[in-house]
């Protein structure tokens, strides 16, 4: 049992990796930029590689990293709570991640309570009358999601 809670872990890391170098990949190769998002056409060159500096997506000369320098340098930041700041905003992620928060956790309560209250009953339903319409039914409506 050890070992294979040791073997899921270790996928499902693997798979965040994964996922988040292919993401991370994906936003830097498409046309444009993140930094021209909600932008004033008119903002001097320097302005941007200002900001692009400001990112971790350039250095001082206006040069832009390699994308695997730019992935190992989101990592560290991402290891140490920093998500970034915001395109639209211009305030940190974890901030406004934070402000959120109360209601995400306001919203998850209220949908575990509305679930459990439809499917213990229903599910206690379903088991007294095995391989019933309403248990097929039921399982099949469980897995499917």
């Known amino acids: 049992m050890t070992f294979y809670?040791?073997?899921?872990?270790?996928?499902?890391?693997?798979?965040?990796?994964?996922?988040?170098a292919m993401?991370?990949?994906l936003t830097r190769v498409t046309p444009?930029?993140?930094?021209?998002?909600?932008?004033?056409?008119?903002?001097?060159?320097?302005?941007i590689n200002l900001r692009l500096h400001r990112l971790g997506l350039t250095d001082?000369?206006?040069n832009s990293y390699p994308i695997?320098?730019?992935?190992?340098?989101?990592?560290?930041?991402l290891l140490h709570g920093d998500l970034g700041d915001s395109y639209v905003n211009h305030e940190k992620v974890t901030t406004l991640?934070?402000?959120r928060?109360?209601?995400?956790?306001l919203l998850l309560g209220a949908a575990l309570l509305v679930a459990l209250a439809i499917g213990i009953p229903l599910g206690i339903f379903a088991a007294t009358r095995q391989y019933s319409k309403l248990d097929i039914t039921t399982s099949l409506v469980s897995y499917v999601g």
């Open 97 to 99: 991640l934070l402000q």
């Open 5 to 20: 809670l040791i073997r899921r872990v270790a996928i499902g890391i693997l798979l965040l990796f994964l996922m988040s």
């Open 60 to 62: 001082e000369q206006g």
């Open 32 to 47: 444009g930029r993140p930094i021209s998002v909600g932008e004033n056409p008119k903002i001097h060159q320097s302005v």
């Open 23 to 25: 993401f991370f990949t």
């Open 68 to 77: 695997p320098q730019q992935y190992v340098l989101y990592l560290g930041a």
């Open 101 to 105: 928060l109360p209601n995400s956790i």
